[in-house]
């Protein structure tokens, strides 16, 4: 497993250049994005981080859809970031999105937001695949989440039901970007449900080409 430093100068190696043309070539094969951002739950007034936020594609679009809420963005890239800050000017949106560069595994509301309270939701849209420390990655973000907060991810799964030629055209396109998805994820994903006592659902998309679950904390 990469070292915490180590996995933030690979992903600046990796998006130093890619950074410009991300949002258009990642559209094609990041799917589920939209439908993750139209099914949460997100009500006035509330906190919502995504963690591994890239270009910051995702919090614009929600931001603008919720206006009257605050969205925060970590990512382990400086060079991403770079793109996300000029994207969110851009929008107009400096106020009401705040980004950061951060670990997901070292993630504390307090310290990295400086915010008096955790978080009403997190969630991970196509990043827990490129994040080494996956689990710790949750563990985190299910902790610093609020009474009744939701955990969403949409990531890529086991394409089962897909193609073998496809699935192994997938996974060795994935892999040159070092992404890796982890098949303990989803035999993870109740373990973590039933420890906090909390509710899980998940969705599988597109032929189980990806999936989408929620996990929600229990008062």
């Known amino acids: 497993m990469e070292t915490t430093s180590n996995h933030a ?3 600046d190696r990796i998006y130093r250049f890619q950074r410009y043309i991300y949002d258009l070539t990642r559209k094609y094969y990041l799917l589920g994005r939209d439908r993750l951002i139209r099914q949460m739950r997100i009500e006035p007034g509330e906190r919502i981080l995504e963690i591994g936020c890239g270009t ?3 919090l614009i679009l929600m931001a603008r859809r919720h206006p009257q ?4 963005g970590l990512d382990a890239s400086k060079e991403m970031l770079i ?3 000029a994207k ?3 929008a107009g949106l400096e106020d009401r999105i705040a980004l950061r560069q951060c670990l997901a595994e070292e993630l504390d509301a307090k310290k990295t937001f400086d915010l008096d309270a955790p978080f009403d939701g997190i969630f991970f849209s196509y990043s827990l695949s490129m994040i080494p420390a996956w689990k710790e990655a949750l563990q985190t973000a299910f902790e610093q989440l609020q009474p009744d907060g939701k955990l969403a991810i949409v ?4 394409q089962q039901d897909l193609p073998r030629w496809f699935r192994k055209i997938l996974a060795a396109w994935l892999f040159w970007f070092h992404v890796r998805r982890d098949p303990a994820l989803l035999n993870f ?3 973590l449900s039933n420890r906090e006592q909390a509710k899980l659902q998940i ?3 597109y032929k189980r080409y990806a999936f989408m679950a929620t996990i929600t904390k229990q008062n």
């Open 56 to 58: 910051a594609r995702n």
């Open 155 to 158: 990531d890529f799964c086991d």
């Open 9 to 11: 100068l690979l992903m």
């Open 69 to 72: 809420v605050r969205f925060y």
């Open 189 to 191: 994903l109740p373990i």
């Open 83 to 85: 793109t996300a800050e």
């Open 88 to 90: 969110v000017k851009r």
């Open 203 to 205: 969705e599988y998309l």
